[in-house]
């Protein structure tokens, strides 16, 4: 696997729930399940901009909640993927006095006051996955996740190493800076590349868009989606067309890394979305138990790492785990 850094490393939608000490609890020092450490309990809020069905923030979560079981954390867990309504939701968690804010900034413009809030409230904030250029500006100590253009880098040099040179590079969330950087990043190795918009909310409305390019596109060599629900819609609509484009993908989930070690889909770059999840918690306790700033003020990368018929054996039953 290669990776370019190893990591150390009210409103509409509440995901689930809003509060949460799930994950794997360990043993305590009695050895009963229970939190692993012995620290006081505190309250972390985790915002995302995850919208519907999008698997990716499932596998964020579970790492949050591993690393609030194992650290004696009551793990607030909300989201929306409209920027006015995931600020407040961040209002929220500033109100409810919170010892610590995790949150996305897909959407950095529509976070700016709410961050200067929590700011105002003494109350810490690190960014997880999207939002790195911007995050220390914003007042956040910490970043962890990956850089989206590197990443996109990677995928058109891959791209490049394996003959292909146009793609269409799929963007399921218009406005979101990370997807945007992505296919920058593909156009700026391979200039060819084309972007499609697509509604990321409808399914159906993704298929059809796909299918409507790939038909008047019979150059296109490749498809890329940025996240697994739309490139396993993707890989459907290459199928139904008949077309010669291959399928690539940035992230991961147990079926698109099936598709992958089946040959169906080329590779993915994976951000290891796990990490980003139990970072943030234990960036917070780290604090707590010793004054400790992990990534020491600079981004803490959590990708891209390739994976592809070559290494999916030793990923694939992680994914199945939900871990990968």
Known sequence: MIALTAALALSAVMVAGCSSTGGRPQPNA?????????????????????????????????????????????????????????AQLIQQAIDQKVSGIAVTLAKPDALKSVLANAKAANIPVVVINSGESVAKSLGAQAYFGADDKVAGNAVGDKLLAEGYSHPIC?????????????????????????????????????????????????????????GAPFTLTALKAVEATGSKAKVASFDLNSELAQQIKDGKIIFTVDQQPWLQGYMAVEYFWQQLRGGFSLGGGQPVLTGPA???????DAVLKFAKDGIR
């Not at 012995?38 to 923030?57: C, E, K, Q």
């Not at 964020?60 to 309504?85: C, F, H, Q, S």
């Not at 993704?206 to 019979?218: D, F, G, R, Y």
Request: charged fraction near 20%; glycine fraction near 10%; hydrophobic fraction near 40%.
């Open 170 to 226: 799929v963007i399921h969330e218009q406005g979101n800076v990370g997807l945007e950087d992505r296919c920058a990043g593909v156009k700026a190795k391979v200039p060819a590349t084309e972007v499609l918009y697509v509604p990321g909310k409808d399914m159906t409305q993704v298929s059809s868009t796909i299918t409507s390019k790939l038909q008047a596109t019979p150059t296109a060599d490749v498809v890329i989606g940025l």
């Open 306 to 312: 390739i994976v592809d018929k070559d290494n999916v």
């Open 30 to 86: 009695n050895g009963a399940a229970g939190p692993a450490v012995n620290t006081p309990r505190i309250t972390i809020a985790l915002v995302s901009h995850s919208g519907a069905g999008d698997t990716f923030w499932d596998i964020v979560r579970r790492g949050a909640e591993e690393a609030a079981a194992k650290d004696n954390v009551n793990l607030l867990y909300t989201a929306d993927d409209d920027g006015p309504r995931q």
